[in-house]
């Protein structure tokens, strides 16, 4: 095991040539010099989260207010479940990431970080809009306390942020790769059954306002992939060695427990109580979208078996360009201004 040390605050005599700037373990004098990036990917995807710049308050809520109240019994514990955990992962990603961005030595990549953790801290609000707009005091704390109170998601949140404590308590080259993995495993897993909770409620069109601020929150978590995708693929390039066929198995391990527990989440959650939905497709659809998200970090898929997308509809609302729209006619929020020249397609193999 190599052992990582958290970077200097401020280091004048730092080299940094093009080969000694590196993710982690780099020399850098920690002066934001961002021009000249070595990664260039960097700055189209700097540009694409910049230009995904969105309010929350700027989505009305007013209707999903009636509809809320007018729910089925289920789909409105469903809903209030699934908001829970919500919260509690981009509230995690919010706090947890400047403990990963310690340890990055390349200024480019924690600009990124920044910006995510911004955009996670925004998506928190969008949850207190979403409960403001809707239910009264009391029932927000309520909801907000389900992530805690309830034993099935206090197991599930409390092995998510375990994984994450470990790189907190120790941090070694191999630790940093599988914090890279929890969180990749977060953006590109556990939020899946619950995004397509509100998708299919919104293609019912029940509480549409909140399935528009739902496809905002997605359309940012995109480029939190894309942004670890090509962390992942620096790393590799860097440090090969870490990369044995060892560690590749615990990667993928990490991935399979992840699903199972995706997919536990969805029975648990949405079950079969909930019209459009179902728990094995949900299952299916954890599996079909995991086999995604190791292929384009260089792993092998884990359910090879399972080629077709079970929930179709989900693309309507994940698909970039149509997002620049509004899918269900609220206000256009783009605030690109002219012509974009931006193309998240042209990000290495973003797989949506
Ligand atoms: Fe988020
Ligand atoms: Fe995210």
Known sequence: MSSLTQKPLFNPTADTSYEKRMLIGGETTNLMMLSN???????????????NFWIPEEISLGQDK??????????????????????????LQTVNLPNINDYV???????????????????SQSYGYILESIVGAEKQQEIYDIAIKDPFLLKRNKYIADCYQEFI???????????????????????????????????????TGVGTEIK???????THLALFQNMFRELKKERPHIFTKALEEELREMMR??????????AYAVGDRIQGLSASLIDQYIRYLSNFRLDAIGLDPLYPEITEDPLPFIKQFT??????????????????????????????????
Do not use: C
Not at 71 to 78: A, G, W
Not at 216 to 222: G, K, S
């Open 319 to 352: 698909n970039f360009n149509q997002t620049k729209t509004d899918f269900f006619e609220e206000k256009v929020i783009n605030y690109a201004k002219g012509g974009s020249d931006l193309d998240l397609d042209g990000l290495d193999d973003l797989d949506l």
């Open 105 to 123: 030595t390349l200024p480019e990549v924690n600009l990124l970080l920044n910006i995510q953790t911004y955009q996670e801290a925004l998506h």
């Open 216 to 222: 905002y929150i997605n359309r940012d978590e995109l």
């Open 37 to 51: 990036n070595k990664y260039k990917w960097s700055y189209p995807l700097y540009k694409t989260m910049m230009q």
């Open 169 to 207: 308590d120790h941090q070694t080259e191999e630790g940093f790769a599988k914090v890279m993995m929890a969180n990749y495993i977060l953006e590109g897993i556990y939020f899946y059954a619950g995004f397509s909770f509100f998708y299919n409620l919104a293609r019912f069109g029940k509480m």
């Open 66 to 91: 009636m509809h809320y109240e007018r729910l089925e019994h289920d789909e409105r514990e469903t809903f209030n479940k699934v908001i829970s955990f919500l919260v509690f992962l981009d509230s």
């Open 257 to 266: 427990q992840a699903v199972e527990h995706e997919v536990e989440w969805g």
